[in-house]
């Protein structure tokens, strides 16, 4: 299935445009516990939308994609947060707190961090889908990348659910076979898993939209609506969940918002800020959903004429420099399509002579998730890599790829050993002997052994896993910067692992 250049650019500007628009609709009302009744702005824009977190922060994203490309990675992410992001609030600052730490994502999004099942990182959903549309399998990808930096488990699976989705809907429009390939990209009894199946089974059931919205804040319980809700008003009947779960039943309530509206605009972002919590972000995700759908013109003239074309932003650092920021949504847009062919590659992409370019992408059951067939390159599958505990950190060195696995928290006892474990592939079409030299602060232990060799067979046949087990007897810093070094017999790469480990 081709999808031409002129509906590509008409529907990379419904979302960038819907995404303002529910933002800027749902930011007074956010974080509060209350069936609203919005059936309009509540600002008096004339043309001027107040900055939201929900599009600044894709714009930093955009930056990094013009420098780095399909080579972008959560570590190249997270010097872009630490670097241009500027809040320090919840989970964005206990993730840019354990990077200056020297943690790397996903250490960085999961250790320490009770806010990363929250919603920070599935707002930052439609950069990665307006990059690879028809292609779920590729949007996710990056989106797991994202979503690491600063968050773990339901925050994740928020932002593939919503990458997919959005991908899926360059080129599919119905709500529910929208919904499933979403599904199929994430475990299936997950939180956010369980939030949208509630929406969906309320509205098959007939419900009217403040039931489903009861249901699913039950069958998901979050908090964010708690934060700004006194508590003398917190309804009694809706349970409060654990700090920080919110991602679950705020995906919730974008389904809820999506199906009741029926198709209209307006209707649909209303609805899904009538349901309170996290409004700022159900909305502008919404509204990016239908504007990826629909265009542009499925836009209404009254939802689009007060908000503009205009992009203010506060979350970024700008004042450095090294970062020039979209101003408008025409040059948001224009941005994103010049570096789709970059991005999808010439196998995607076809560059037509008259200028200009069409994008060959996936339609129906190929929207799914499926598994690749394994073969000597693939390393790893997108559901294993989902599986993987957050206490995983990969590198690749070229020749070689390997997976740090700290078995644990990032922290280490005096006197305690802390066993580590190391995963091996091979990159290229030759056996290797790998040699292994551990770089220790004095006093400390490693065994087997502090400097060792190991053999590495061709990829299809395995990977080679190594055990380590290091000793502190005693511990005088608050944390330690470790290093194993890789280096490969015959060839001159050396790769370094840097290891960080916190007194406990």
């Known amino acids: ?141 990056y989106a797991f990348e994202d979503a690491i930096v600063d968050h773990a488990h339901e925050g994740l699976y928020g932002e593939i659910f919503c990458a997919a989705l959005e991908s899926a809907a360059f080129v599919e429009q119905a709500p529910f076979k929208l919904i499933e390939i979403g599904l199929s990209y994430i475990p299936e009894n997950c939180g956010v898993a369980r939030g949208v199946k509630k929406a969906v089974a309320c509205f098959e059931s007939g419900l009217s939209w403040q039931e489903a919205r009861g249901e699913v804040l039950e069958a998901v319980p979050g908090t964010f609506g708690v934060q700004g809700t006194p508590s003398h008003q917190l309804p009694t009947d809706i349970p409060i969940g654990e700090r920080g779960w919110d991602a679950p039943s705020n995906i919730g309530i974008i389904i809820i918002g999506w199906l009741y509206g029926e198709g209209d605009f307006g209707k649909s972002l209303c609805l899904a800020v009538n349901c309170g919590e996290d409004t700022d972000c159900t909305a502008a995700t919404l509204g990016a959903i239908l504007g990826i759908t629909g265009g542009i013109q499925s836009i209404p003239k009254e939802w689009r004429e007060p908000i503009g074309d205009e992009i203010n932003t506060i979350c970024i650092n700008t004042l450095d420099g090294g970062l020039s920021i979209p101003k408008t949504v025409t040059e948001l847009t224009e941005r994103t399509l010049r570096l789709t062919p970059l991005f999808l590659g010439s196998s995607l992409c076809d560059v037509l002579a008259e200028g200009g370019y069409t994008i060959d992408v996936r339609s129906g059951d190929d929207l799914y998730h499926r598994e690749q067939e394994r073969n000597f390159w693939i ?96 511990l005088d810093q608050s944390h330690y910067d470790l290093f194993l070094e890789i280096s490969s017999q015959g060839h001159p790469t050396r790769g370094i692992i840097p290891i960080v480990l916190l007194n406990s």
């Not at 006197?415 to 030299?437: A, E, M, S």
């Open 1 to 141: 299935m081709i999808l031409s250049l002129a509906s590509y650019r008409d529907k990379v500007r419904g979302c960038w445009l819907g995404k303002n628009i529910g933002g800027t609709l749902g930011a007074p009302f956010e974080g509060k516990r209350q069936l609203n009744d919005l059936t309009f702005y509540a600002q008096d824009l004339r043309g001027n939308p107040p900055p939201n977190d929900d599009l600044d922060l894709q714009l930093v994203w955009l930056g990094a994609v013009e420098k780095y490309g399909r080579q972008l990675n959560s570590r190249i992410l997270g010097e872009y947060w630490l670097s241009y992001i500027i809040p320090n609030w919840v989970e964005y600052g206990a993730g840019k707190t354990n990077l200056r730490m020297g943690l790397v994502p996903p250490l960085s999004g999961h250790f320490n961090n009770p806010y990363k099942d929250s919603c920070g990182c599935f707002i930052r959903s439609e950069i990665w889908a307006c990059l690879a549309p028809g292609h779920p399998e590729i949007a996710v990808e």
């Open 379 to 474: 390393k790893e599958s997108f559901a294993q890599k989902l599986a993987q505990s957050p206490n995983c950190v990969h590198y690749d060195f070229i020749i070689f790829n390997t997976l740090l696995d700290y078995l644990g928290d990032p922290v280490i006892r005096p006197g305690t050993p802390r066993k580590f474990k190391l995963v091996l592939g091979n990159n290229i079409c030759q056996q290797q002997w790998l040699k292994f030299k551990w770089h220790l602060p004095d006093g400390w232990t490693v065994s087997p052994s502090a400097q060792g060799a190991a053999y590495l067979d061709l990829s299809h046949m395995g990977k080679t896993v190594l055990e380590y087990e290091l000793t502190a007897e005693t």
